[in-house]
């Protein structure tokens, strides 16, 4: 599976931005798709995880402000990201973790730069 993330870019504070990711192959049934981003000499983070039945986990720094979606018959996750800071500013990351009996995969995406800045 390749996962083919696009939609970052250079915005300014209060601005808005929203991400695209779509897996490239098939895909289990149970899976997550989700976002992560990483900033130079820092850790990549979990932002945001959509699992396949539906429920959602934020990272508490973008409660409130993005909202991930998923279209599962394109494969597809989102990040619609408003009210942007230049604490946000970072690689962001698609992944995929997928599981069957007896295997799990774990896919990520070619990053995508979003930069916050006036």
């Known amino acids: 599976v390749q996962l083919q993330a696009s939609g970052g870019g250079l915005v300014q504070p209060g601005g808005s931005l929203r991400l695209t990711c779509t897996a490239d192959?098939?895909?289990?049934?149970?899976?997550?798709m989700g976002w992560y981003r990483q900033t130079p000499g820092k850790e990549r983070e979990l932002v945001a995880v959509q699992l396949s039945g539906g429920s959602t986990n934020y990272a508490e720094a973008v409660k409130g402000r993005f909202t991930i979606s998923r279209d599962n018959a394109k494969k597809t996750v989102y990040l619609q990201m408003n009210s942007l800071t230049p604490e946000d500013t970072a690689v962001y990351y698609c992944?995929?973790?997928?599981?069957?009996?007896?295997?799990?995969?774990?896919?990520w995406g070619q990053g995508t730069q979003v930069t916050v800045s006036s």
């Open positions: 192959g098939s895909i289990f049934a149970i899976n997550a």
């Open positions: 992944n995929l973790k997928e599981w069957a009996v007896a295997q799990r995969n774990d896919y």
